[in-house]
T-cell receptor, first 112, second 114 residues
Framework: KQEVTQIPAALSVPEGENLVLNCSFTDSAIYNLQWFRQDPGKGLTSLLLIQSSQREQTSGRLNASLDKSSGRSTLYIAASQPGDSATYLCAVNSGGYQKVTFGTGTKLQVIP | GAGVSQSPSNKVTEKGKDVELRCDPISGHTALYWYRQSLGQGLEFLIYFQGNSAPDKSGLPSDRFSAERTGGSVSTLTIQRTQQEDSAVYLC????????????FGSGTRLTVV
């Protein structure tokens, strides 16, 4: 059974800092991994999708990497802004709809 | 539509009442999913629709929960005789097909049972 862990559960940083969020998974046989952000009381917004054959994806100030062999993905946020404050979730697709496992998220607060 | 649309965004209901939650997926997305997110918890899979195939209802927590999808598009999640433990955010997502495609989520319906 795939297990997805996100550590830390919460993170507070001053504005302008670069930061890394971590996502670990136990079964390396995955189709893809997707990073989402969730604002309070809102749905999930997709940030980046990395297929199993890829090592990283970039979008603006965000860079996500994937290392299947070690069961890890990181989300790098450059020059953090208060608007980046949200909960960040990773979702691991191990083979179809029922095998998508979500982490419980890292709650990020960027202090002005 | 351009995104996944859910309604209502918020719903407060009395214990024992029935509620209906609606999801309108992205046009052309054949797969539709319902998830539940309780306070401080991860996402719990509820049900999955793929095209005209029979839905996978294995995640529904009790027989008070049901869902349908009409014409392969709009879906309705119905909770009968609501209980306080049903209070949660109900999220709908759609994707192009079953397989290695990403999900697009709606904004969710926050259900509060009082």
């Amino acid at each position: 059974k795939q297990e997805v862990t996100q550590i830390p559960a919460a993170l507070s940083v001053p504005e302008g800092e670069n930061l890394v969020l971590n996502c670990s998974f136990t079964d390396s046989a995955i189709y893809n991994l997707q990073w989402f952000r969730q604002d309070p009381g809102k749905g999930l917004t997709s940030l980046l999708l990395i297929q199993s054959s890829q090592r990283e994806q970039t979008s603006g100030r965000l860079n996500a990497s994937l290392d299947k062999s070690s069961g890890r993905s990181t989300l790098y946020i450059a020059a953090s802004q208060p608007g980046d404050s949200a909960t960040y979730l990773c979702a691991v697709n191990s083979g179809g709809y029922q095998k998508v496992t979500f982490g419980t998220g890292t709650k990020l607060q960027v202090i002005p | 539509g351009a995104g996944v649309s859910q309604s209502p965004s918020n719903k407060v209901t009395e214990k024992g009442k029935d509620v209906e939650l609606r999801c309108d997926p992205i046009s052309g997305h054949t797969a539709l999913y319902w998830y539940r997110q309780s306070l401080g918890q991860g996402l719990e899979f509820l049900i999955y629709f793929q095209g005209n195939s029979a839905p996978d209802k294995s995640g529904l927590p009790s027989d008070r929960f049901s869902a349908e999808r009409t014409g392969g598009s709009v879906s309705t999640l119905t909770i009968q005789r609501t209980q306080q433990e049903d209070s949660a955010v109900y999220l709908c997502a759609s994707s192009r097909d079953r397989g290695p495609y990403g999900y697009t989520f709606g904004s969710g319906t926050r259900l509060t049972v009082v």
